[in-house]
């Protein structure tokens, strides 16, 4: 006789051992439609699966955050069953919901072509229309692994070998398709609906592993309705066109070749920009009170031992060895250069806060196939800053660098931030002791600036707990960048100390600080934010000059000299081509501004503004347009 509680509180009694669908069932007709799965004690169930003891149970439905990923993890269970059917001979291994979507990594000969996907998404809409009931069946660990070797299915066999023997081995049917998978499933292929499609295909190596075979992984996009659907498809469409690769070649700010993969190749235009964020965190970072270093490319083994990187960070590391048989890595991040900056001299409990910030050149041995433009390098530049500080100073510190980390995303028009805690992973270094005061300050931070956030458990740096934040573009897509780390282990390891007021020695708290991240990333992030249309004071040409006819080639000129001498990055194009010709290809490279000099122009000393996006024009004097684009540079135009 159960006793089922419900989240409000409320209580049902049953006299027999009852399902979650019935359950679901005895609160109401709509809610046992809408129900994809349950939660038992916290634990997700299947529908069908019987509670014969009292719990604590929640009804999950389609549109929750949970049934959508249930939705998803079935949709990659229908894509296999698919595959299955129309090419037998494929070995499939795992399928998981991901963000937005699903995906399926199968063992095949032949490469999945894009009539492929169309097949293959029309065979699972005929499976979703079958409505085949998913039945969970728990199996001993020989027979399962006996029984996908006899179907073919060695990858399947060979996770279950890695399986703990004393975890119980759960097994899904739907028709004559059967899966490993811990579940839970929805009830039937028919629940999923055929509000999903097929995106791409891409290689991953099995376990994620170089050294392993590469398989083809198909993604997909899964929703609960076509409404949603339509409107993540056509976030798609809208993040093709703003692609920052393809804005970098029209723009002419960079490019990448495979000479150096995951490295950045600037071309003048693009190191404008680049130029540009520096000059600004630079100024933003000063009058917050920080002083700017720079630290060695490259470090000894020896010192990223000591600070628990080399353990921890090592396989991502690229490093050499010298002559003299020394083992040295090109820094992947700042923090122990900056700690040997503290350490010079003796720090008095007077002198902290001690802020150093450093535009530093890190480098990173990312897996070639995760590499993607500017958003996933090897090679990039963080804006990085360590504050070391007493404990007591922690929550002043870190409110501080909250207010000057959302304060410069509201600069560049990012009004929709979100905040991550994200505290002590599995692998780590440090005590638990030191890890409870490093999470219980940043989270008091947090409650005493009034900062809403959200939790995100495991997800910590290994020497710290950390906040990430999150910022929504302008088609809906969010973008992790800044961060901010409580470290109370790196200072201790590497030897740095203060004195007290009572004149002893003291191991400083560290923190962490980046906020566009990567330089080059948030160009990306920015390129794609902004279509390209960038804000004018980060336009690298802010204003193009065009001629009408020759005759106004050296007034042109003038007003280049005149617009350079007054701190505008501006152009002239001469050339004897239509002005709607001009027009049309500086627009095609968004340029912001464009003056239009003809006759007219050049007798009244004026100039027809063209602004990018409008096909209007207003004609001003020379001095009343250079007075307003100075005014909109120096306010920065956007943020308002």
Known sequence: ??????????????????????????????????????????????????????????????????????????????????????????????GPAIENGFYYDFAREEAFTDADLETIEARMKEIV??????????????????????????????????????????????????DLCRGPHLPSTGKLGKSFKLTHVSGAYWRGDAKNEMLQRVYGTAWSNDKQLKKYLHMLEEAEKRDHRRLGRVMDLFHFQEESPGAVFWHPKGWSLFQSLISFMREQQNAAGYQEISTPDIISRSLWEASGHWETFGESMFTTETVDGRTYAIKPMNCPGHVQVFKQGITSYRDLPYRLAEFGKCHRNEPSGALHGMMRVRAFTQDDAHIFCTPEQITEESIAVCDLILGIYREFGFSDVQIKYADRPDVRVGDDAVWDQAEAALVKALEVAGLKYTHNPGEGAFYGPKLEFVLRDAIGRD?????????????????????????????????????????????????????????????????????ITSGMDEYATEI???????????????????????????????????????????????????RLG????????????LVSLRTEIENRGIGD
């Open 129 to 178: 229309a079958r409505n085949e009931p998913i039945e969970r069946e728990v199996w001993e660990r020989d027979k399962a692994i006996e029984f996908f070797r006899s179907i073919g299915e060695e990858y399947k066999a060979e996770i279950i070998e890695n399986i703990p023997p004393d975890e119980d081995l759960t097994l899904y049917r739907q028709g004559d398709f059967i």
């Open 614 to 625: 409008s096909n209007s024009q207003e004609v001003m004097s020379l001095e009343d347009a």
């Open 560 to 610: 280049e000299a005149v617009l350079r001498a007054n701190g505008l990055r501006a152009e002239t194009d001469l050339r004897n081509e239509k002005i709607s010709y001009k027009v049309r290809e500086h627009s095609v490279a968004k340029i912001p501004v464009q003056f239009v000099v003809g006759q007219r122009e050049l007798e009244n000393r004026s100039v027809a503004i063209r």
């Open 479 to 547: 973008w992790q960048c800044g961060t901010l780390q409580v470290d109370l282990n790196m200072p201790g390891r590497l030897g740095a100390t203060y004195i007290g007021e009572d004149g002893n020695k003291h191991l400083p708290v560290m923190l962490h600080r980046a906020i566009f991240g990567s330089l080059e990333r948030f160009i990306g992030i920015l390129l794609e934010h902004y279509a390209g249309n960038l804000p004018l004071w980060l336009a690298p040409v802010q204003v193009k000059i065009l001629t």
């Open 1 to 94: 006789m159960p006793k089922i509680t419900l989240p409000d509180g409320s209580e049902r009694q049953f006299e027999t051992p009852v399902s979650g669908a019935d359950v679901a069932a005895s609160i109401g007709e709509g809610l046992a439609r809408a129900a994809v799965a349950v939660r038992v004690d916290g634990a997700p169930w299947d529908l069908a699966r019987l509670i014969e003891n009292d719990a604590t149970v929640e009804i999950l439905t389609r549109d929750s955050d949970d049934g959508l990923e249930l939705l998803r993890h079935d949709a990659a269970h229908v894509l296999a069953e698919a595959v299955k059917e129309l090419w037998p001979e494929t070995q499939v291994t795992i």
